[in-house]
């Protein structure tokens, strides 16, 4: 245990001192650790996503259980991975205190007494802890301060569910590929496999318990593809027909591509600026039996890529904060800084004015995000209407077009525009 305590604190001080990415960092730890079982393997991502999922919480109480800054700050992500493990996780206290004491003798031999002290300090008073820890925002919400204040700006009393949302567990969900079965005849399957799973949308089946895929039957035949719920309102807003042609301008990695196609014979064009990312959406296009021209390009320099042909319909999933899917990246929370949200609202409208002039007369374009910031969604939508008379935001069936994270989906926002006379 001591090795993958080790291990995570590598993983989170590479994500919050040197800024990187959690999926890759632990993707990159794991491929060092080819020997370890898939237990280890899950441990590590647990503890990984868990003491970044409550960073807040727990640096708040670290805070309160140092007399002085800690100057090796590899004891001090030691402590916090050993925290998160103290207090969510089913592992006996005092393994874990041993373990730390061990991990630390490795990485500082000086501060394992102190180690010793701090996580035993915790154990003996944890209960008043938290309660102090509750003291200060971030302490209770395990979100950054500014990221609060937004949220209490935009959202009023509503900001304290999407933030207790945003530091759960997020569900498995599934999308049934419908040219190969009903969403009923799947649900069979799953109670079959004794997999709990319940209707949630057309396509949609969650989960009671996230599995593996290799235990969905006919995953690696097409029969189905995990997706969130919110995300799979994309294909329906979209309104396909046979016979349109689609263009995807962010599609990586490729699952909403994939459920238009899945919904209609449409010629689609997917595209993505990431050439590596292109090749997860061919792998998902494949597994299901589906065919798609892609392309390599930019959003927003269409002039480099375009055919000149128009699209009866374009979904521009952009770029963006990511602010509702945080639960299922917790690094988001820490990574992101406020000045960040404006400079994706700048990306965002150019790609959307961008791409608007490939829109065929009476088409529609679907704007999307993954955020739950009003700057980078209607705000975004508007000053684009203001400035394109023959653009109109249509009505669906969002109100506001803004789905707030639940336990059932993500945080997404959608806004339908039209191209008129």
Not at 20 to 49: H, I
Not at 84 to 93: E, F, I, K, M, N
Request: proline fraction near 4%; charge should be neutral; charged fraction near 20%.
């Amino acid at each position: 245990m001591h090795n993958i305590q080790l291990a995570a604190t590598q993983i989170v001080q590479q994500v919050l001192v040197d800024g990187r990415n959690l999926n890759q960092v632990l993707d990159e730890s794991l491929r060092r650790k080819s020997v370890w079982t898939p237990a280890q393997r899950a441990a590590l991502q647990d503890l990984s996503y868990g003491t970044l999922r409550f960073y807040g919480q727990l640096n708040s109480i670290l805070n309160l259980l140092l007399h002085k800054h800690m100057t090796d700050n590899r004891i001090t992500y030691l402590l916090l991975v050993a925290l998160y493990q103290l207090q969510y996780s089913r592992a006996a206290h005092h393994a874990v205190v041993d373990h730390a004491v061990r991990s630390a003798d490795i990485l500082n031999p000086k501060i394992r007494g102190l180690v010793n002290a701090i996580l035993r300090n915790f154990l003996r008073n944890q209960t008043d802890l938290l309660a102090q820890a509750t003291m200060n925002d971030e302490g209770q919400y395990s979100h950054p301060q500014w990221w609060i204040d937004e949220l209490r700006a935009q959202y009023g009393a509503d900001a304290a569910a999407i933030l207790d949302v945003g530091n759960g567990h997020p569900p498995m969900t599934l999308r049934v590929n419908q040219r190969r079965g009903t969403t009923a005849d799947y649900l069979a399957k799953l109670i079959e496999q004794d997999i709990p799973a319940r209707l949630i949308a057309p396509d949609a089946l969650q989960l009671d318990k996230p599995v593996s895929v290799d235990k969905l039957p006919g995953f690696f035949e097409g029969l189905v593809s995990v997706q969130d719920a919110g995300a799979q309102y994309a294909a329906r807003l979209l309104d396909v027909k046979s016979g349109m042609r689609v263009l995807d301008a962010c599609a990586a990695p490729g699952g909403k591509a994939a459920h238009i196609l899945e919904l209609a014979d449409v010629e689609m064009v997917a595209l993505d600026k990431d050439e590596k990312r292109l090749l997860r959406v061919n792998e998902n296009l494949q597994r299901l039996e589906l065919s798609a021209t892609l392309l390599a390009g930019d959003a927003a320099a269409p002039e480099q890529w375009w055919d000149g042909k128009p699209f009866e319909r374009i979904l521009a999933d952009v770029p963006c904060s990511a602010t509702g899917v945080v639960r299922r990246h917790p690094d988001i929370k820490w990574l992101r800084r406020k000045k960040d949200i404006a400079s994706f609202a700048a990306q965002q409208s150019d790609i959307l004015q961008a791409l608007w002039p490939l829109l065929a007369q009476d088409g529609l374009f679907l704007y999307a995000t993954c955020s739950v910031f009003k700057q980078e969604n209607q705000d975004v939508v508007d000053k684009f209407l203001a400035k394109n008379p023959q653009a109109r935001q249509l009505a669906t069936e969002l109100p506001g077009g803004q789905l707030l994270p639940t336990d059932q989906h993500d945080g997404f926002f959608y806004a339908l525009l039209q191209k008129t006379a």
